[in-house]
């Protein structure tokens, strides 16, 4: 293999140059701020400490909140379904996992457009509690409309590991679980949930990491009010045109998703320790197999 | 011996498709029972349906003289060691062993001598604190006996638990699980396709084919008077020839009269005649009763396996005396070498 491995220049090339010059660009911009010529920029810190005000403070906060309630909401609802697709027969399980892709082949705002129609005031959802003699409530523009629109927006990527993580777990390990006296309950605490951490882990990493930075949805489903971290970045970039201090943020916001995935990947590997060569998640198994 | 479990009738189809044919079976207070069958002859089925993990479609399995077979397996006071172990893969050998017992709710301290007694039995008292994956084939073997024993069923299910490991240490085991069964004194319920396993261990083989037993018996009596051609077939090698009943104690076959130590089946019947390999003998032309050549010669290790070509057919002999190919000699055998069989449909 070892003639093949020039072949890799390019490759290496294009990923500097798309992915590393613009992170030093925006490191470069974090750090600076702009002279009186287009030229001449002059090393600053304050960019990140005009970020500690209790304001910008709280955006973040908010933004971890929503995340974190995106991530929960979905592992609620999505390792049910997870579990009950994995119980199927193998043809329903591809029909299934299908269905569920699906909506993620279509763009992004056509989705959230439709959420729209379907929780605004004289939506869908609205006309139905007006035909089953009920109030209409308002549910667009809050909290609410915004949660609904993540987690359906992120549920795929919950229940896709979750659900690889069940179907490839060995059997006979849960006959073994009732042979040994544990009832169907007992067996799926102790044995099933058990062995499916290393999906949920990777679940959680799908669907926490890009929540958190997200802003099309919550600007479209939660109005011009639901101020986040991501809509802040992009006010700055766009709206306002402070680069420097839109760069300082994401780098602020970029520190914080390291952190955290860190501490994910931290899990995984104690998880995973103890699970070793048995069937790991998604990402898990992908790692192994380079390893290999 | 008490009868402990009664297979009555039990039938079991897959999507139409008959696996088992109606087995009625009993097995005893600690016996060692081996069902022993090649693959897709039911014998795993008949496991999983007493252990719970099938549900028979007509027929009856009875505990003890009541009927278990609606009771799903965590109720059975039965324990089964699964053919790759099924041991889990995040815990520790303490735990997986313990694993039953906390179940039910033990003291700590109980279970914790329960578990360490239990490995001493199976010589791995100072493997608690290891890892499942860091344990070889044999060992997890082991662990998975334990794990199924601390729990102290009336009966334990194993279902081919020596498949995976290689000749050696598969021999080694065989004799050590014996003497578990012995020393814990519990029914063993053995599945196998390996034939020598069986004569090895059990104290009864049932032979099974195509979801119906073929015969039952010790392994003295399979083995030497298997009641068909299945069975002699499939427990050692044989030659198998085509013979006629004459009278109580002569039969007929390949041409000449011999006389045999059978009785009871129809004068004039036609039947299956068994002649082992390791009973014949190669004599002096002239010495013996069947005339041939010696058509190959394969060194087997302990014997050779020599073939000698007669006028009606080819034998198969073992032997450790030295021959040439292409010589002319006779075969030998003694009324007792003849098995004679009922007759049925050709394999």
């Known amino acids: 293999m070892k003639q093949f491995r020039k072949l890799v220049t390019p490759y290496c090339l294009w990923l500097f140059l798309l992915t590393v010059v613009p992170m030093l660009l925006i490191v470069f911009y974090a750090f600076t701020e702009k002279g009186t010529a287009i030229t001449t920029f002059s090393f600053t810190l304050e960019n990140f400490t ?42 329903t399980q591809t029909i299934l996992i299908l269905l569920i892709t699906i909506p993620t082949w279509i763009n992004l705002l056509m989705r959230t457009y439709s959420w729209i129609s379907i929780l605004s005031n004289n939506g869908l959802l609205n006309k139905l509690f007006e035909a089953i003699g009920m109030n209409s409530v308002n549910m667009l523009y809050t909290d609410f409309a915004v949660i609904i629109g993540m987690v359906y927006n992120f549920l795929p990527f919950m229940i896709l590991p979750i659900h690889a993580s069940l179907t490839n777990m060995d059997k006979s390990l849960l006959e073994a679980s009732q042979d040994l006296g544990a009832s169907p309950i007992q067996t799926f605490f102790k044995i099933t949930f058990r062995l499916s951490l290393s999906g949920v882990l990777t679940g959680i990493t799908l ?14 489903l939660g109005g011009g ?21 839109g760069s300082a943020v994401s780098l602020i916001l970029a520190v914080f998703v390291i952190g955290l995935m860190a501490l994910i990947f931290m899990a995984e590997k104690r998880t995973n320790n103890s699970v070793e060569e048995e069937e790991g998640g998604w990402l898990s198994n992908a790692k192994r197999k380079k390893v290999r | 011996m008490k009868k402990l479990i009664e297979l009555e009738n039990l039938t079991k189809e897959f999507n139409g498709q008959v696996v088992l044919k109606g087995i009625h079976l009993d097995i005893h207070e600690n016996e060692f029972m081996t069902l022993l069958g090649p693959s897709g002859c039911g014998k795993t089925t008949t496991l999983r349906i007493i252990g719970g993990f099938e549900e028979a479609s007509a027929g009856e399995v009875l505990f003890d003289g009541i009927d278990i077979s609606k009771l799903p397996p965590h109720k059975r006071e039965i324990n089964t060691v699964f053919q790759k172990y099924a041991l889990f893969p995040h815990m520790n050998v303490h735990d997986n062993i313990a694993f039953g017992l906390k179940i039910k709710k033990m003291d700590k301290s109980i279970i914790d001598q329960k578990v360490l007694k239990i490995l001493t039995l199976v010589g791995l008292e100072n493997y608690g604190n290891r890892h499942i994956s860091q344990l070889s084939g044999g060992q997890q073997q082991r662990v998975a006996i334990a794990r199924a024993l601390v729990n102290e069923p009336k009966v334990l299910l194993l279902d081919e638990p020596l498949g995976a490991l290689d000749l050696k240490l598969r021999k080694a085991m065989q004799v050590e699980l014996k003497n578990i069964q012995k020393e814990v004194g519990i029914t063993f319920i053995y599945v196998t396709h390996d034939q020598e396993e069986a004569l090895t261990m059990s104290d009864t083989i049932v032979v099974m084919n195509d979801g119906a037993i073929q015969q039952i018996g010790t392994p003295t009596d399979i083995y030497n008077e298997p009641e068909n051609r299945f069975v002699a077939k499939f427990i050692g090698e044989s030659n198998i020839v085509e013979g006629l009943f004459v009278k109580d104690f002569l039969v007929e076959f390949d041409g000449q009269q011999f006389v045999c130590v059978d009785k009871g089946f129809d004068e004039g019947q036609e039947v299956d005649i068994v002649l082992r390999p390791e009973d014949l003998d190669i004599v002096e032309v002239g010495q013996g009763k069947i005339e041939g050549v010696i058509s190959s010669i394969l060194f087997k290790g302990v014997h050779y396996e020599i073939m000698v070509e007669t006028s009606e057919r080819t034998y198969t002999v073992h032997t450790t005396d030295i021959n040439e190919i292409g010589k002319k ?14 007759k049925m449909g050709t394999y």
């Open chain 1, 207 to 220: 669907v926490f990491l890009p929540s958190i930075s997200a802003f099309v949805i919550p600007k479209m």
């Open chain 1, 50 to 91: 005009k970020f500690l005000d209790p304001i910008f403070v709280s955006v973040l906060f908010r933004s971890l909140k929503l995340g974190l309630l995106t991530t929960g909401v979905c592992f609620l609802v999505g390792y049910p379904i997870a579990y009950m697709i994995a119980k199927c027969k193998d043809t």
């Open chain 1, 225 to 245: 009010q639901y101020s986040l971290i991501g809509n802040f970045i992009e006010q700055q970039f766009i709206t306002i045109g402070n680069w420097h201090f």
């Open chain 2, 329 to 342: 000699v006779n075969l030998d055998f003694w009324p007792e070498d003849i098995h004679v069989m009922e």
